[in-house]
């Protein structure tokens, strides 16, 4: 019975991989043509292709100051596509899944503002706080990032861990 179950799913595993993939002629958006995202610092660079343009934000850091646990608070991060091609946001990527970016999938226009709006939720978070948004965009250098800061007031303390009592005392 086993050796029946075992040539069965070698069949499938088999016959799976012979499936030809569709053929693409080319990519489909932005993203495609870009490398992931890198969530290290020290990861390499964008190389954009296609149209490039540029964008300009009025600011790329913002300082919520103190708020209280566990308030939602929001900034809208605003930018022009200050070059003569449309600007695609492909994605954008908050450093961790308290900060929430709501960005244009639309493309923009050259000349035309718009606006990333960053959530960030303060729960479960105590102290002092910096986050970041990382934007995949069809610029020179296919990144830009946006920085929050806050310091989160009544939040949670982190519990400080107390070594365990060694046991193994000789006699």
Known sequence: MRKIVYVISALIVLSSCNKKEEQQTGP??????????????KAPKYV???DLTEMTFDKTEHDFGIINHPDKVNYSFKFTNTGDKDLIISKAVGSCGCTVPEYPKEPIKPGENGKIKVIFNSAGKNGEQHKTVTLLVNTKNG???LHIRAMIKGGREKKKRTPKPNLNLPN
């Open 48 to 50: 954009p292709k296609g």
């Open 28 to 41: 489909t958006s932005i993203e495609q043509t870009m490398k992931p995202i890198p969530t290290d610092e």
């Open 143 to 145: 990144t830009e990032k």
